[in-house]
């Protein structure tokens, strides 16, 4: 399984960047897709995540801001970015979980920097 994340960049506090996340397999066989950020010294965080029955989930720091989808026939997740925070700047990965007779697969996409600055 193979996860490409895009669309990171520069952004102004207050703008907008959307994410997308192309898996190589259908993103129906995961049991969560989701999003994680990195920011230098700090821990890996959720950012948010959707599971396969469609429900989400936010980090409070992002609710209200970001939103996930995923569009199935493009087997791709994508996370819109609103109001964009200097505190956001991250490096942002993309994760998929799959399971499979009792055990878990987690897999990671390589990530995408996203820097928000004036």
């Known amino acids: 399984v193979q996860l490409q994340a895009s669309g990171g960049g520069l952004v102004q506090p207050g703008g907008s960047l959307r994410l997308s996340c192309a898996a190589s397999?259908?993103?129906?066989?995961?049991?969560?897709m989701g999003w994680y950020r990195q920011a230098p010294g700090n821990q890996r965080e959720l950012v948010a995540e959707?599971?396969?029955?469609?429900?989400?989930n936010y980090a409070d720091s992002v609710k209200g801001r970001f939103t996930i989808s995923r569009d199935n026939a493009k087997n791709t997740v994508y996370l819109q970015m609103n109001v964009l925070k200097p505190e956001d700047t991250a490096v942002y990965y993309c994760?998929?979980?799959?399971?499979?007779?009792?055990?878990?697969?987690?897999?990671w996409g390589q990530g995408t920097l996203v820097t928000v600055s004036s």
């Open positions: 994760n998929a979980v799959r399971n499979v007779f009792g055990s878990r697969y987690v897999y």
């Open positions: 397999h259908s993103i129906s066989s995961f049991s969560v």
């Open positions: 959707m599971a396969s029955g469609g429900s989400t």
